[in-house]
Each structure stands twice: as structure tokens, then as C-alpha cells.
């Protein structure tokens, strides 16, 4: 994906790897699949698809914005990724200097995600919070993957279980689904 990078970093002679999220400022979020999150600062928002129209999809975390692209066949959208809800400012800062008038927002669904929604307001955007679509969930991220997951099992389900074979006993079904092919 053209979004993250593979990067490796030292903490006290130990080395680590993890996808990293390029932010504006050319820190980046790391995570890695043993649920570690960090920075290398500086931390920033990144902006994605400027050329695109509005209004701009904003994001809390990264995360969140692939699952929105995977959710998505095509998407016509300016994003912005927060990078956390601490960088509000720089985000409202981004926002009015490229003349954007309409967000949506899909923050987390707590305390620090609606604050947020109210700050965009106060600022003079017209917000529509997305959360609403996701609101059993922590996130959009959480959604997705729960829904990814349900749409396995009943794949799982649908699909036939293989039946054991004795080669003593004809076995009929398999017998019929072999002649078929």
C-alpha cells in the first residue's frame, strides 16, 4: 500500500519493526502486530488526495483511514488524518488555510472523539459525524474489522465441510460431487 512504509528503529540496542504512517512534518506512527503504537516526531496530520473535493474525510488515526479505504471501491474525497485528536489545531489550522468549509468526521466514539466533533464546530466547519454509522464500536478501524470478520464466518459457514472418506464404504456424496467434475 502507497501509504506505509516498512520501519525498522533501535530502542536501548533492541531493534523493532514496524509500518509506519507518514505525517506532513515527515515523522511518522508506527504500529507493529503486537498492538504497539508510537511516533517518530515530529508528530503532525497528514493530508491525503488534496486534488480531491470536499467535503474533507478527517480521521483520528491512521488506522482508520485504511479501513475506510477498504471499505471504499473508490474514494472521492479529500482525507486528512489527524494523527491524534491532540493535533486539533493544526488540523483546524490546515482546514481554513486550504478554504474547506464541510468535514466528516470519523473520530473515536468517546469522550476525546466528541470533544472533538465540537471543536470543528466551534471553528465554523459544517460537520457531519460519522460515528453514528459505527456507534456499537470504538472506532471505524473496530468496525471493519468486526464486519471483515462476520463476512468470514459465513463464508465459513456456506462452505461445505469435508466429509471423512472410508475407503471401505462408499460414500455417495462424494462419489455424485466427483462425477460432476
Not at 56 to 75: G, R
Not at 77 to 90: D, P, T
Not at 121 to 139: I, L, P, Q
Amino acid at each position: 500500500m502507497p501509504f506505509l512504509k516498512s520501519i525498522s528503529y533501535e530502542v536501548r540496542g533492541r531493534r523493532y519493526e514496524a509500518i509506519g504512517f507518514a505525517n506532513l512534518s515527515g515523522g511518522y506512527e508506527l504500529r507493529d502486530d503486537n498492538m504497539f503504537k508510537g511516533t517518530i516526531a515530529p508528530k503532525d496530520i497528514t493530508p491525503i488526495f488534496e486534488n480531491k473535493t470536499q467535503p474533507v474525510c478527517l480521521f483520528e488515526e491512521f488506522m482508520d483511514f485504511l479501513s475506510f479505504l477498504s471499505m471504499k471501491e473508490e474514494v472521492n474525497n479529500r482525507c486528512l488524518v489527524m494523527n491524534s485528536v491532540s493535533n486539533i489545531g493544526r488540523s483546524i489550522s490546515y482546514l481554513n488555510n486550504h478554504q474547506v468549509s464541510s468535514i466528516r468526521t470519523f473520530l473515536d466514539n468517546d469522550d476525546a472523539g466528541r470533544r472533538a466533533v465540537l471543536e470543528f464546530v466551534k471553528a465554523g466547519f459544517k460537520v457531519e459525524d460519522m460515528s453514528v454509522h459505527y456507534g456499537n464500536f470504538k472506532d471505524l478501524n473496530e468496525y471493519h474489522v468486526s464486519r471483515v470478520r462476520e463476512q468470514q464466518k459465513k463464508s465459513w459457514r456456506k462452505t461445505p465441510k469435508k466429509q471423512a472418506i472410508n475407503p471401505n464404504k462408499s460414500n455417495l456424496k462424494y462419489d455424485r460431487a466427483m462425477k460432476k467434475r
